[in-house]
Antibody, heavy 117, light 106 residues
Framework: EVQLLESGGGLVQPGGSLRLSCAAS????????MSWVRQAPGKGLEWVST????????YYAASVKGRFTISRDNSKSTLYLQMNSLRAEDTAIYYC??????????WGQGTLVTVST | SYELTQPLSVSVALGQTARITCGGN??????VHWYQQNSGQAPVLVIY???NRPSGIPERFSGSNSGNTATLTISRAQAGDEADYYC?????????FGGGTKLTVL
């Protein structure tokens, strides 16, 4: 069974940093691109970032480019999202998802990031 | 940047057919994917590449895509289908979601 388990969320002050992790199991992690998608409280889904199988190619939404860095460790089957210069508008549940040919399946259960004083 | 437009809400009587639209410029030339999100849960893929159902998704769920509109159709709607639904496409190195539609089963 494919499983994605996010961790690392929490409360952080504006301007602070946080690193999210997503542990994958049940599939050949190194064979798939991986992504982060977020959902602000009461709002819709927003794509954040995607990384290629090798990690050599990354993509970012304009709203996070220059502040967030996606990476992966294929030896540990783990995806990461380093978030710097956090803002109140980054408050959201962050989901990791396996990406295949443009769609996301499956998704993890998400980890909540709250940016507030 | 590419934009997808969904109605905020759609209502359907129990056992009837619900249709949720997703509008975009020449969306018919793109692959459209649909997700169901129940309250407090992670999204689940219900349709990929316009009209394909992942394993485990009931045949009641179907999709179509042409011109400027893609449509998710849910036949014989059940109470358990009440959820938020999102369309999504890939466009020039970005992954784009529609704003989401809340489906209410009456």
């Amino acid at each position: 069974e494919v499983q994605l388990l996010e961790s690392g969320g929490g409360l952080v002050q504006p301007g602070g940093s946080l690193r999210l992790s997503c542990a994958a199991s049940g599939f050949s992690f190194s064979s798939y691109a991986m992504s982060w998608v977020r959902q602000a409280p009461g709002k819709g889904l927003e794509w954040v970032s995607t990384i290629s199988t090798s990690g050599g190619t990354t993509y970012y939404a304009a709203s996070v480019k220059g502040r967030f860095t996606i990476s992966r460790d294929n030896s540990k089957s783990t995806l990461y999202l380093q978030m710097n210069s956090l803002r109140a508008e980054d408050t959201a549940i962050y989901y990791c998802a396996k990406e295949k040919e443009g769609w996301f399946d499956p998704w993890g259960q998400g980890t909540l990031v709250t940016v507030s004083t | 940047s590419y934009e997808l437009t969904q109605p905020l809400s759609v209502s359907v009587a129990l056992g009837q057919t619900a249709r949720i639209t997703c509008g975009g410029n020449n969306i018919g030339s793109k692959n459209v994917h649909w997700y169901q999100q129940n309250s407090g849960q992670a999204p689940v893929l219900v349709i990929y590449r316009d009209s394909n159902r992942p394993s485990g998704i009931p045949e009641r769920f179907s999709g179509s895509n042409s011109g400027n509109t893609a449509t998710l159709t849910i036949s014989r709607a059940q109470a358990g289908d009440e959820a938020d639904y999102y369309c999504q496409v890939w466009d020039s190195g970005t992954w784009v979601f529609g704003g989401g539609t809340k489906l209410t089963v009456l």
